[in-house]
């Protein structure tokens, strides 16, 4: 199944290395002590920032966007043979995931699991949905899978990033409430 193009399309993939802001050597290794195996899905790969610095750790990863641009991004970013042999995207959706595993580990880094309210970006829009996806994780996980999950605080003193094609990132979030 072809995915419609998304809000991380050509124009946001681009700068998206610019302004992620984790320290995605710390997020990987924090990561690995909790894999017991070598194989993982990655939801939401996005440009490969995790699941690069997790092969070159030693495991295997199959990562999964619907997002064509930051797959692209990835792909390019693979590198040497090494790391190239133990990657592998796929274009599609989680909440239409058709990988089948089995799985020692599935993670998630960011937001794809991570339903945060009303002001937040998210494909993943009901509980219907979520609970579908952890079903799905439950499938293709080992009987000794486990899934880890990294949500990432705003930073809500972030300036203004002026990019190019008269975009602008700005990383404010507003809070209701205990909502973010």
Do not use: C, H
Not at 30 to 56: D, H, M, Q, W
């Amino acid at each position: 199944m072809r995915t419609k193009e998304n809000y991380y399309g050509k124009r946001v993939a681009k700068y998206y290395d610019v302004v992620a802001y984790y320290d995605y050597d710390k997020v990987a290794k924090s990561f690995a002590p909790s894999i017991k195996g070598k194989k993982i899905l990655e939801l939401g790969v996005g440009t490969g920032n995790v699941a690069l610095r997790l092969a070159k750790l030693g495991f295997e990863i199959d990562g999964i966007d619907n997002s064509a641009p930051m797959l692209n991004i990835a792909r390019k970013k693979l590198g040497g043979k090494s790391v190239k042999s133990r990657v592998k995207f796929y274009l599609q959706s989680a909440a239409d995931l058709k990988l089948m595993g089995p799985y020692d580990a599935v993670i998630s880094q960011g937001g794809v699991l991570a339903w945060v309210g009303p002001n937040m970006e998210s494909y993943l829009k009901t509980k219907s949905a979520i609970s579908q996806l952890l079903s799905k994780i439950f499938d293709i996980l080992n009987k000794r899978g486990i899934l880890v999950l990294s949500i990432q605080p705003p930073r809500p003193k972030l300036k203004l990033i002026p990019l190019k094609d008269r975009m602008i990132y700005s990383g404010t979030i507003k809070r209701r409430g205990n909502m973010l």
